[in-house]
């Protein structure tokens, strides 16, 4: 069966901060006894400019594999398990480049798999304190806090509080960093002109 890429992560007003999608799997390709891990999908990501670190933003219940990837070459690097770790609270993937691989942490992306929260639940990283109000929208309307979702100011943690597939429902949160805006979204093309005008919206009211 055709895979269906879809979900994005982008990064406006000229900031580096990572890319992200992930692929739909099919049932039958997930364990019996795994499915209560969470929602299966991929994160492609790399080192925030801003921070020097690497978050999936995504929150992952478990990790299954981590593999480096040179965009140019595109020669690829599956790590080992003791060349990486993660946090599960921030989703900050501290990486080990192996003595083998012949480029720094800076020249990869990073190919995450593993099984998401679900209801999809995300950590904003590298938030501006300066311009802390964000903007979540789902199925192309503006989502309501405490009751769509629960926003966690210390943590910067947002935690679905309706049902929230990260591979096949449509969303969009951004937030404002130092250098910019960050757009972290899923299958936003049925609703685009919702989305353009929510996301306008919360940048005007930000001043970005």
């Known amino acids: 069966m055709?895979?269906?890429?879809?979900?994005?992560?982008?990064?406006?007003?000229?900031?580096?901060?990572?890319?992200?999608?992930?692929?739909?799997?099919?049932?039958?390709?997930?364990?019996?006894?795994?499915?209560s891990d969470g929602v299966k999908t991929y994160v492609n990501t790399g080192v925030?400019?801003?921070?020097?670190?690497?978050?999936?933003?995504?929150?992952?219940n478990k990790i299954i594999e981590v593999t480096g990837i040179h965009p140019m070459s595109r020669e690829r690097f599956t790590l080992s398990e003791k060349?990486?770790?993660?946090?599960?609270?921030?989703?900050?993937?501290?990486?080990?480049?192996?003595?083998?691989v012949p480029y720094s942490i800076?020249?990869?992306?990073?190919?995450i798999v593993g099984f998401a929260a679900d209801p999809g639940i995300f950590v904003l990283s590298g938030i501006d304190s300066k311009r802390d109000e964000i903007s979540v929208a789902i199925a192309g309307k503006k989502a309501v806090e405490g009751i769509d979702f629960a926003y966690d100011k210390s943590s910067r943690r947002?935690?679905?509080?309706?049902?929230?597939?990260?591979?096949?429902?449509?969303?969009?949160?951004?937030?404002?960093?130092k250098n910019g805006s960050v757009n972290f979204s899923n299958d936003t093309q049925?609703?685009?002109?919702?989305?353009?005008?929510?996301?306008?919206?919360?940048a005007k009211s930000v001043r970005l």
């Open 158 to 177: 947002i935690t679905s509080l309706v049902p929230l597939n990260v591979d096949t429902d449509s969303f969009q949160i951004c937030w404002a960093t």
């Open 83 to 100: 060349n990486y770790s993660y946090n599960f609270d921030t989703t900050e993937l501290k990486i080990k480049i192996p003595s083998d």
């Open 190 to 202: 049925k609703f685009r002109e919702k989305y353009q005008k929510i996301y306008a919206e919360w």
């Open 2 to 35: 055709k895979r269906k890429i879809y979900f994005i992560a982008t990064c406006v007003f000229f900031m580096a901060f990572f890319s992200c999608k992930t692929a739909q799997q099919e049932t039958a390709e997930i364990p019996a006894e795994e499915k």
């Open 48 to 60: 925030n400019n801003a921070t020097g670190n690497i978050s999936t933003v995504l929150v992952f």
């Open 106 to 111: 800076h020249d990869l992306t990073f190919h």
